[in-house]
């Protein structure tokens, strides 16, 4: 795979905060990028959304904790694998430019409409049980009942 430019970097990213969802405080992509470029490489700010995907943390405010920890330590300290990594970048754009003036559209012309980027499902929790006060059971006659009803009655 060929190296990636810092704007092809940030056009990614920028897809990725806006495809997969992510609650960026009603501030846009190219604010928050702007901002974190005044600090962090292109590289380490992908990693960071990457990073948060991963978690399932999608939250702007997530991205920066991952970025201020990392810059901290002085290094990327990221979990997920290259697997994961292809699976969501996948039907990100690869090549084209990314202009970050205020003169540039907000959404790139590049950017793969939202039902061609993979989906990543969250599987939502099991229904919660009723309390014990209201179980009762559906088989009766099974053999775990019958071993239990015969160890109850040996006591």
Do not use: K, T
């Given at each position: 795979m060929a190296p990636r430019t810092p704007d092809l970097q940030i056009l990614q990213t920028a897809t990725l905060l806006t495809c997969y969802g992510f609650d960026l405080k009603g501030l846009t992509p190219r604010f928050l990028l702007e901002h974190w470029l005044q600090q962090f490489s292109p590289q380490w700010i992908r990693l960071a959304v990457l990073e948060a995907l991963y978690q399932g943390r999608y939250k702007a405010v997530s991205v920066e904790h991952l970025l201020n920890f990392w810059g901290?330590?002085?290094q990327p300290n990221f979990h997920f694998n290259?697997?994961?990594?292809?699976l969501v970048s996948q039907k990100l754009p690869h090549r084209g430019p990314l202009a970050l003036s205020p003169s540039a559209p907000e959404a790139p012309a590049a950017t793969p409409p939202r039902s061609a980027l993979p989906r990543v499902e969250v599987l939502s929790s099991p229904p919660r049980p009723r309390s014990i006060d209201h179980f009762t059971p559906t088989v009766t006659e099974s053999d775990l009942f019958q071993k239990l009803q015969t160890a109850l009655n040996q006591l």
């Open positions: 901290q330590r002085g290259h697997d994961f990594e292809r």
